[in-house]
């Protein structure tokens, strides 16, 4: 286990949240007294579940419903009176 102090962690963030990442587990220190541990999440540790199973599952759980076909193409609305750059110009004048 690797021992950093805060400042350091502060400074080095990115660097030492890749390290955890990686399955380093860190020691966080302040003055010299261990204050904080950073290890993997156990999503990050292990493979999960993958992006469809974990929707199915919300899916199953009544958070969220699942699509039944692919969203239809649309067209935009059409432009009706001045653009707004044009309104902001002579507003201006």
Do not use: C, D, W
Request: proline share 9%; charged share 30%; net charge positive.
């Amino acid at each position: 286990m690797r021992k950093v102090g805060s400042r350091e962690l502060k400074n080095r963030l990115g660097h030492y949240l890749e390290l955890v990442e990686n399955g380093e587990p860190i020691l966080v220190t302040e003055r010299g007294r261990p204050v904080a541990k950073l290890v993997p999440t156990e999503a990050s540790s292990a493979a999960g579940p993958s992006l469809e199973e974990k929707l199915r599952e919300l899916a199953a759980q009544g958070h969220l419903r699942l699509g039944k076909r692919p969203f239809a193409r649309f067209k935009p609305a059409p432009a009706r009176g001045k653009p707004a750059s044009r309104m902001i110009i002579e507003e201006r004048q």
